[in-house]
């Protein structure tokens, strides 16, 4: 046996001393490749990598002269003159870098083996240098996308993390300043073919690799985001749908449409650029987009107003906005009724969509066309604030395969957005939000479960053809579907019974179950006469680089697909499982509990990497053998879900063996899989979970004390949450040795914080910079200054200062940039004189979801909000259980943290934060009714709802404040009060001596009397228990009646008593009742107000009398509201 | 709808009293241990003493439906034995339901508000024995049946029937609320 010897192209290649030569060299070299994996693998192996990146690289370097030329000559040239006149310059150089960069491509589609070596000779660099169609003949450009898109969808295949090189492949590419070239090719409005090649392979780039938070960044600044709404504006405008807007400055301005099948590529690529809330704000406040879709009310309060819009639309126009709504099912509006009293309506009629589609619908929703203009009742998407949802849902609904899948995960990602997005009713309440989701209740969930349905009996039934690219297999419907209804039931109640009512659940589990069947390997090992042990001793011409050897092979297409099912279904199960302890039941009911352990394993560490690079396809489908860090993670998610379930937990799950595994995955390396492992540990570290002294003995104090060190926020606050659980009730060693492992030192300094307020950097900075904006105006192509974000009117410009005190570049400003410098058509951005005043609060809402996600001070206050909720809690949890000696708990933890600075730092959290002074400079008020104040969505966002900023105060009774002065309201979020409260109760429930040095701290009770009157009714509450320990009366010997009724006195004295009478006036029954018993407590200790005995008097006589004193009448039972 | 209602309906809660039949009392203690007013459950221990000689303490899992938007005062789970007529007999022995029973008979009834009532009634539904769930069944004990339940908010008290076809009819449960002082630990599902 020997090595295979080099192909003699390459061998010709290295020797030729001329260009001509080189690229006949080239050429051979290129036919010889074509579809022949082992000559791709020789000449891998003899160094085809560093001889193509030299080759690139020099005719880089030949041809950078006129390039230059190029950038000043062309400015102001239209996309079709600058490319053909760069096209009559077709040099030897070009031809070379055209061969070069096809002969790249040809090896890159042998898949991950053979782009690993490519990434790590650094091919990515001199491809990316011919990118710009400015600087580059319009053939090579495409020449260079398709290469990259090749090895772009081969590493999309490695779901294993097989080598860190790979990943450097869409960094290189989404990053400054190459993301400018693909913007640029974006921005040709040439319709010509190769311009449109250029433009769909940009998209499919931008799809295929875009990922994380900083490759979607860099293509938002560089304005490909605008670009590319734009393009799908004029497609839709194109279409001529019925009730798109009319705007004529702007539809002139939009592009020309590109062709009908570019519009799901498209809307795939901005699916991966619209992942978070201020990238999905930006794409649907795109003004191409908005003035096609012209915006509906932003604060459409009531559905009432909404309908009134409609009647007086479609009475007076004919044709509203609304049209667009008639190619849609209609559905009968929820005014204020339980979803039950839903009654089901006539057939659908009058609908442009096929009877077929329509046949399985109809006698769910819709009511018939004449009904419907004179019928009040009736939804429209118009709730959403945007037409764009329905022309998606339009698209969805009409739409086959990837390209309704592409129209259902753009969707998905608006809906998640949405309330953010729209806010234009606090969440829960009965309107808008309830009317919305009824839409995507009968509308959009079930027409996603069969997606999956359908896909899941397609590939099971028929092979798959693959697609030149495998990021556009039909085998991605089934996950991405999947993917697509885990992200949609998120935080949706309504939305997780639609998805069971669809038959979901059977489906997902099956779908699931089916993932670790064998899949026979259809890519078996080709015979080769020559050896292919990677391990053998070398030529001496090839060396030992990473370039020279193949890569690991990663697995086969269809054990990916299996794999990515798996992490779907099991996400996908976990979302529906979210809330429900039924739908959790009929989960596990469906026998998927040791899918979930199996996908819990982790692949083996060995010590040259871990076991995945070996593993054959039968064994990656093994769960037992190990998982990729998705299926890893979707598991977690999906335990996590299982184990909110006190039922689940002393069943399924003990008798499933989940505690063992979760544990192991405690010291994953990847940060996502602890979060993962962390999360499920906090149920599973529960008082009344079975697991938890298995857990305990196992070690994971240690493990998780270790993690609560960590410099990840995430990990931090999961670690302390798990450890409040685990010294909740759990033994006093366990205790004391889980505060000594946390450290007290650590402890104290996590609950003092920095506690900055993230708000004062904003207002300094503001009050520095006088009434001048940050620089916004930037000239544009005609040389005027033009203030692309901010005309001058707007009355949250003051807003932008913020991005001076976290970000690191404000992409207003940088999209700015990008758009002069690269000469853009004037349909991107709407000249200020033509902004309607919906953009100027499309603007002020952007800077607002901005600021809340990305600014760095926000979330810093954020973070410190959670965590010191979970440590005050972590130590109330130290000393909540009486049976335990509660007082010896007490004095160990005040011992060991130093009472005093304790105190000092309870003190901290009651005062309210010194409020900043909000900048009173000339602010004009805002609109009406449409104050920028987010919303914060949903259960899942449950702390961090805790830890906002906006005021405890409901702001939607109030006039809606300015944004600055919402900035200005900042107060204590609410838990962490209840969190500080409850802490100081506990301690007043010790021995007499603790309550007195309690009492003893005036500062500390003084600044517990404003919250008396305090709209969180558990804040009250709490107060309440605390007066009530105070004067708490330990025995009936006589030093303890002394010492109780000194107490008391002080607590009269310092003003809690009367406080404590007032609260008898409480809308709260229950605040009504705990400050009866401490009445009577202080009464019976003191004698009355006015000094005079009356301590024998019943609660009873009692009730009236103090009712009568505070002027507060008590109803009958039940009459008082018990809850606000 | 918080997790928690009042001082006393709350996961953490322990009850403390007796379940009297014809002819014996036995002790019993309820701690509560997850509450759900938005999907209407609760769920935690019941523990009863004394019930056979070979268990001097037997405790069970058990699982409450509140009644309200979700669950009507009619049993809806035909294995529990029940029917309407044995339903609105049992509701019809706590005196605070006595004024909602001519409603409460109409099956498209739901009890409003149900959170902010002072009494709020329930069905309690044990389901296997903790610690160790596989047991099935024990010697001279069952908990095949299910209680009726009346909870006052405002004292803590708590009141309930148990219905079982073949055990002794009405035995009443009778609980009062452990004094915490308010203090409670801090626990939550992630």
Known sequence: MARAPPPAALADLRAASSIQSQIVALRRLKNDLIGHDQRKEACIKHGAVNLLVELLNGALRAGGKRRRVDVNGGKNATGRERRSSVDERWSHEDELRLQCTIVVGSLAQGGLAYVTPLLAGGIVQPLLSALSPRETPATLVVATLRTLLACADAVSMDIQFLDPVTTTLADQVFSKPDVGALSEILAQTSTTDIVQEQQV????????????????????????????????????????????????KNLTDLPPPPPKSHVSHILRAISALTTTDYRCARFVYNPSISSIFPASKLQSSTSSTAVYGQLFNSSLQGSGPETLDRLLPQLSTAFGKPETSFSKAFPALGSFASSSEYSRAASLFAESAAAKSSSPTRTTTQEFGTQLVTWLLYKARTETGLDRLSAVWQLTLIIKAKDKIFPDSPPGESGPSRNRDRILTYLLVPLIVRMIEEANNETKNNPIVEPQFRHLSPLRIKELAMSALAQLVEDSKGLQQAAVDAGAIKLLCQILKR??????????????????????????????????????????????????????????????????????????????????????????????????????????????????????????????????????????LIDGGLAKPIYLLLKHPNMSVKHGAVNVLCNLLLSFSPMRDELIQGGCIKILCEHAHSADNDLQMMSLWALKHLVYQASP????????????????????????????????????????????????????????????????????ASSTSGEDEPEDDAMADSITSLNLPRYLPNPPAVQRPTNLQHRARLKLIKRDEQNAAVMAWKHEVRIQEQALDFLRNLISDPQSEQDKMIDHVLATLDAQRLFDILLSKLRPSSPQPAPQRDQPRQPHGKHPALTTPGSAARFAASATYSPAYSTHRHPPPSTASILSQITTPPDLLVSTIFLIVHIANGRASQRQQLLSQTPLMSATLPLFSHPDRRIRTALCWLAHNLVWLDSNSTDDQISARQRARELRNLGVEEKVRLALGDEHRDVVERARGVVDSIEKLLGPEDGHAGGQRSPRDDRGLLAGRVGVGLGGPGARAWER | LPNSTSSFLRPGSRFTGTQQSDHQVYEVQVDLKHVDMDNSFLCGYLRIQGLTDDHPTLTTYFEGEIIGSKYVFQTKHPEWGSNEKIDMEHWGRFPAWRPLAKAAKSPNFTYKNYAQRENIFMRWKEYFLVP?????????????????????????????????????????????????HGCMGAFEFR
């Open chain 1, 733 to 800: 060693d366990t205790k004391i040795s889980c505060l000594d492992e946390l450290g007290a030192g650590w402890l104290i300094q996590t609950l003092t914080g920095e506690m900055r307020d993230p708000f004062s950097s904003f207002t300094r900075a503001t009050a520095s910079q006088g009434s001048t904006p940050i620089g916004m105006g930037t000239p544009n192509a005609a040389g005027e200054q033009v203030d692309l974000l901010n005309a001058a009117d707007d009355p949250t410009m003051d807003v932008d």
């Open chain 2, 132 to 180: 160790n769930h596989r047991v099935r069944t024990i010697s001279g004990a069952s908990f095949e049946g299910f209680y009726y339940i009346c909870f006052n908010q405002v004292t803590g008290k708590v009141s309930g029937t148990y219905f079982h076809a073949k055990s002794e009819k009405y035995q009443q449960l009778e609980l009062e609320h452990v004094p915490d």
């Open chain 1, 515 to 652: 993932t670790f069947d064998p899949i026979p390997d259809r890519r078996g090992k080709m015979w080769t006469p020559y050896s292919t042990d990677t391990n053998m001793e070398m030529d001496e011409e090839t060396d030992q680089s990473k370039s020279t050897q193949l890569g690991s092979r990663g697995l086969s297409p269809e054990v990916v697909h299996a794999l990515r099912c798996r992490a779907a279904a099991m996400e996908a199960l976990a979302q529906i499982g979210q809330v429900d302890d039924n739908i959790r039941k009929t989960i596990i009911e469906s026998g998927i509990i040791a899918c979930v352990v199996d996908s819990l394993t982790a692949y083996q560490e060995t010590p040259v990497g871990t076991v995945a690079e070996s593993l054959s396809n039968a064994d990656a489908l093994d769960g037992k053998k190990g998982n990729p860090i998705v299926v890893i993670v979707a598991a977690c998610n999906l335990a996590r879900a299982l184990s909110r379930s006190v039922n689940i937990l002393r069943t399924s």
């Open chain 1, 201 to 248: 392979l940009v998209y499919q780039l931008i799809a295929c690799a875009c990922q994380g938070l900083d490759h979607p960044n860099a293509l938002l600044r560089a304005g490909a985001l605008d670009l590319m709404a734009a393009q799908l504006a004029a497609s839709i405008m194109a279409d001529g749908y019925p009730g798109l807007g009319t705007d004529s």
